[in-house]
């Protein structure tokens, strides 16, 4: 054990942090360009009830976004607009059809162009995540656990709760409203979930993903430069 790395439980800055006063800024994806996506319609009932709970909402559309590593950079307007958006945002909701068994190409698409850090910044670490999907068959849960370990690979603090609409085309009605049913239910559980852990955990969110392999990495690169110039 690296007793300069090794840290105890800081229980003020665990339950002492400042309390942000903002609503919760939450940013959703989609992942179908469908002109009747059903991942993009529940994915606006689930924005309209995160309002009402009084989180601050916005949507990223993904059209015209490029795939990753084809001859295009950060720089592209698309691109850097979905990264803005994960910077602003404190929690996201991701919501993607089960296309073969899996999540779509455009979801993954997204989540592939958001880095893992930036800088100094890292954009996804400690933020809140909800998962949602939608499917034309029977209910299946393979695009949400997918998602799952993305989120937790980025860090990113997954909620427990999480939606899957089955047969989605019986589910909305001809104006894209979602009609009333458990799955609706669900969806409210969600999302009142997601602003709860967002609100509990921003402000301290740095302090809960802190950990020790890090620190003391950190440490010993330093050093590191630090006996280089040294001999220098």
Same mark, same amino acid.
């Given at each position: ?41 529940? @994915?606006?009932?689930?924005? &309209? %009830? !995160?309002? #009402? ?7 990223? *559309?993904? /059209?015209?976004? +490029? ?75 393979? @695009?949400?656990?997918?998602? &799952? %370990? !993305?989120? #937790? ?7 427990? *709760?999480? /939606?899957?609409? +089955? ?66």
């Amino acid at each position: 054990m690296d007793e300069t790395c090794f840290a105890a439980i800081d229980e003020d800055r665990l339950f002492s942090a400042p309390v942000s006063t903002h609503p919760a800024r939450i940013l959703i994806l989609y992942g179908s360009l469908r002109p009747r996506s059903f991942s993009r319609l529940s @994915a606006e009932e689930a924005g &309209r %009830i !995160l309002t #009402r709970f009084g989180a601050e909402v916005r949507f990223f *559309n993904p /059209s015209g976004l +490029p795939l990753v590593d084809d001859g295009v950079d950060a720089s592209h307007p698309k691109v850097r607009e979905l990264r803005d958006l994960v910077a602003w945002s404190e929690g996201m909701v991701w919501s993607s059809p089960e296309r073969h068994g899996a999540m779509t190409g455009l979801m993954k698409t997204q989540i592939d162009w958001i880095p893992l850090s930036e800088g100094a910044v890292r954009p996804t670490q400690g933020k809140t995540l909800a998962l949602m999907q939608v499917s034309g068959g029977s209910q299946s849960f393979n @695009a949400v656990n997918q998602m &799952r %370990i !993305l989120g #937790r690979w980025m860090r990113m603090l997954t909620i427990p *709760n999480q /939606s899957s609409i +089955p047969k989605a085309f019986q589910e909305f009605d001809d104006e894209g409203r979602m009609r009333p049913s458990p799955f609706f239910d669900r969806i409210v559980d969600v999302m009142e979930e997601l602003v709860k852990f967002t609100l509990l955990t921003r402000g301290r969110s740095d302090y809960l993903v802190d950990r020790y392999s890090e620190r003391k990495e950190s440490a010993e690169a330093l050093m590191k430069r630090v006996n280089q110039s040294a001999a220098t």
